[in-house]
Structure formats: structure tokens, C-alpha cells
């Protein structure tokens, strides 16, 4: 009898985990996107530079195609928003200061393309880049 028990639990509880492990299964994968699941809407990214105080922000909105390049900090320095598209490095530059306004480029990638987004600060339009930040990963 006490061995039935101990074998129907186990029995039990190994019929519940492979129904969750189903279920899970079978549930739609959800990214870390306002929109929805990957593969169907996409998903935005978006970085900031590793200053302290953060001076550029980069964005790239899915829909539409968007890449962004803003200066958020009145320091002197530019944003330059990079973004890797299929071996191919695309860049925007907002050099006319923290005045609240973000340069762009409205591109066409193909839909499901998984991009990957940088930012960093530059003195200049020919200076060295500095205080980058990580790829983060996007899908146009």
C-alpha cells in the first residue's frame, strides 16, 4: 500500500509536468516588446551611452524601421546611433545639441531581421567614438 502510494505520486506528479511541459510548449513565445510576440510585431531596442550621466541615447523602433540617434545632454559631444543590419553598419548622428530633438533615418529591412543597435559620443563629425554603449539586439 505504501509503496502504490509513493508510485501513484510519482506518477502524478510526473503526468503533471509533462502537462505543463506541454502546455508551456504550446504557448506563444512573448519578447520584451510593447507589441507582442517575436516573429509577428518585432521589437524595439534601446541604449544609452556608459557615461555617468548618460549624454546619447540610440533607438530603433520596428515599426517603420527607425533608427534614432539622440543627444540628451548638453556636453559638447554628439550622439551617433549605429545599427548592424545583416553585415552591413548604418549610423545617424544628432550633432545640433540636447535641444530635445533626435536625428533619424526611417530604413526598410525586411520584416523579422534581427538587428542589432549601439550608441555612442563623439566630439565632432570625425572624432572618436567614446562612452558606447552594448549591442543590444532589435527585430525589424
Known amino acids: 500500500m505504501l509503496n502504490g502510494r509513493v508510485i501513484g505520486k510519482r506518477a502524478a506528479t510526473l503526468g503533471a509536468v ?12 512573448f519578447a520584451a516588446s510593447l ?16 557615461d555617468s550621466s548618460p549624454g ?38 544628432d550633432s545640433d545639441g540636447a535641444n530635445g530633438q533626435c536625428a533619424y533615418a526611417n530604413l526598410s529591412i525586411a520584416e523579422n531581421t534581427t ?13 572618436a567614438d567614446q562612452s558606447c554603449s552594448v549591442w543590444r539586439q532589435g527585430v525589424a
Open 18 to 29: 509533462a502537462a505543463f511541459g506541454l502546455a508551456a510548449w504550446a504557448q506563444p513565445s
Open 35 to 50: 507589441d507582442g510576440p517575436v516573429g509577428t510585431y518585432g521589437v524595439n531596442a534601446s541604449v544609452l551611452t556608459s
Open 56 to 93: 546619447g541615447q540610440g533607438i530603433f523602433e520596428h515599426d517603420g524601421e527607425i533608427l534614432r540617434a539622440c543627444d540628451i545632454e548638453a556636453d559638447g559631444l554628439r550622439a551617433v546611433a549605429y545599427l548592424r543590419v545583416n553585415g552591413a553598419t548604418l549610423s545617424v548622428h
Open 115 to 127: 538587428v542589432e543597435l549601439r550608441v555612442c559620443l563623439r566630439n565632432g563629425p570625425s572624432g
